[in-house]
């Protein structure tokens, strides 16, 4: 009897011995605190560029680099349900799955596809998402991108002399650079959409053939923001930067918005100019009848360089409409140039135009050039009460030319910068009578006191709706109908 308690007790103790063990090996099976993944890539892209219904799987590895087994508590698509991505992991077509192992030092696939409809007008150019796994309580992400249209994509690619017609949109990711001595060539109609890291480099020539009706417009590549109840912002993309080098590029019934996104060391502006290496006879860059609007820093901006600008309607920007640094040689002949501020645009400091014949390089130094800057038939204003800034440093000579223009201010031109023939400086910002800057409306009232108080510039005949100027001409891009 006493052996048979004994026995009984022994086999007791040996199962309360090995459930123990049991329940301690599962709790130590799995990485509990703590651990990381590391993947074969940090990006899934879709590199396919679509022209009917496609449908693309890729595949990537999570590595498990812990020395014990984990447990993925869940992989997911950030998108949920709505993804238009699916997944496949260990042989299950899923969105969102639970407790995912991985051995020690090993590792599993997930398989990832995609399908999209690139004649839907709804879809953006790049469709995004991401993959997301969750261990021990941190997240980490794989992201998803995969092209959404039917386009011409331009891959941080170096452009060869040749000419974009208008058979279907071209979008710019991680920039692009027209090399010297080539051209780009850019017929009417033609439509360039800029993912939010990108800018279009020139160190060649850029000829853009717009038209009234079919004007070539450059954007952001962001269509969604339409569904969030505006189409228009500033900063998503990075803007034209003409280098040093670059000649003669001439713009016509170009539209660019939205740019004036820092991407690089360069100052962003929606055309940002630099000097050339020799003086040469025309305009490093003319534009003609373009409009550049909601650039969130400068709207056009020039080092030193030849800028010529003939019935430009430049608007809406967070620092300068127009800015000048470091001297150069500027036109500008029928230009309206105003900002009042707008959706992420705080014209609270800022003048519309500052024309200045130096660039600060630091508290006490500037680098200073030659200056020769002409204003006809321009209007300059906005919502400040001064909305030209004139200065000069150094011995560099500075010309400023101002004939037949409006300029808002509430202290006289400086006469000791400023050279004015029939200007009207006026502190009233409504003084020009626009049907509604609200709207990015310029066009004069039919009461406007522009009407009639330009200068006749032989060769510009038309306004920016291709109305014909009479003589005298209304100043600003628009004639006072």
Request: charged share 15%; hydrophobic share 35%.
């Amino acid at each position: 009897m006493k052996l048979s308690m004994l026995k009984i007790t022994v086999f007791a103790l040996m199962g309360i011995w090995f459930a123990l063990s049991i329940s301690s090996c599962k709790k130590d099976k799995f990485l509990t605190n703590g651990g990381d993944l590391s993947f074969s890539t940090d990006t899934l892209k879709f590199d396919t560029v679509f022209t009917s219904l496609g449908n693309v799987t890729r595949s990537f590895k999570v590595f498990n680099t812990n020395n014990k087994p984990i447990k993925l508590s869940q992989i997911h698509l950030e998108g949920g349900s709505t993804s238009p991505f699916r997944m496949n992991i260990n042989g299950v077509p899923t969105k969102d799955i639970k407790d995912v192992e991985i051995a020690a030092n090993d590792s599993i696939y997930v398989f990832c596809s995609v399908t999209v409809d690139p004649t839907s007008g709804n879809l953006p150019f790049l469709v995004n998402d991401k993959v997301l796994f969750t261990l021990n309580g941190k997240t980490r992400d794989v992201p998803l991108i995969a092209y959404g249209q039917d386009a011409h994509y331009i891959v941080a690619e170096e452009l060869s002399s040749q000419t974009w017609i208008n058979d279907k949109p071209y979008v710019i990711i991680h920039s692009a650079l027209i090399d010297s001595p080539e051209v780009l060539t850019i017929q009417k109609g033609c439509r360039i959409y800029m993912h939010q890291d990108s800018k279009l480099y020139v160190h060649g020539t850029l000829k853009i053939f717009g038209t009234k009706e079919d004007s070539v417009i450059f954007q952001g590549d962001r269509l969604d923001r339409d569904y969030f109840g505006y189409k228009d912002y500033p900063g998503e993309w990075g803007g034209l930067v003409f280098l040093r080098g670059s000649q003669q590029s001439n713009l016509n019934y170009c539209v660019i918005k939205n740019a004036g996104n820092a991407t690089d060391a360069f100052t962003p502006a929606a055309i940002n100019v630099l000097p050339p290496w020799v003086p040469l006879g025309g305009p490093i860059v003319e534009l003609n009848n373009c409009t550049i609007a909601n650039s969130s820093t400068f709207g056009l901006l020039g080092f030193n360089t030849n800028i010529r600008a003939n019935n430009c309607l430049i608007h809406t920007c967070g620092l300068q409409n127009i800015a000048t640094l470091e001297g150069g040689e500027y036109e500008f002949n029928y230009c309206t140039i105003a900002t009042y501020g707008g959706l992420g645009i705080n014209h609270a400091q800022q003048p519309s135009v500052a024309i200045l014949n130096y660039r600060d390089i630091s508290l006490t130094e500037f680098v200073d050039n030659n200056l020769t800057a002409n204003f006809t038939n321009c209007i300059i204003t906005g919502s400040l009460d001064d909305e030209l800034f004139a200065y000069q440093k150094g011995s560099s000579s500075y010309n400023l030319v101002m004939k037949n223009c409006f300029v808002k201010r509430v202290t006289a031109l400086p006469t000791n910068l400023v050279t004015a023939t029939n200007c009207t400086v006026n502190d009233n910002s409504n003084y020009p009578q626009f049907v509604d800057y609200s709207k990015w409306d310029f066009h004069p009232e039919t009461t406007s006191p522009m009407k009639g108080a330009g200068i006749d510039i032989p060769g510009i005949i038309i306004d920016l709706d291709q109305k014909s100027r009479p003589n005298p001409p209304s100043i600003g891009c628009y004639e006072v109908q």
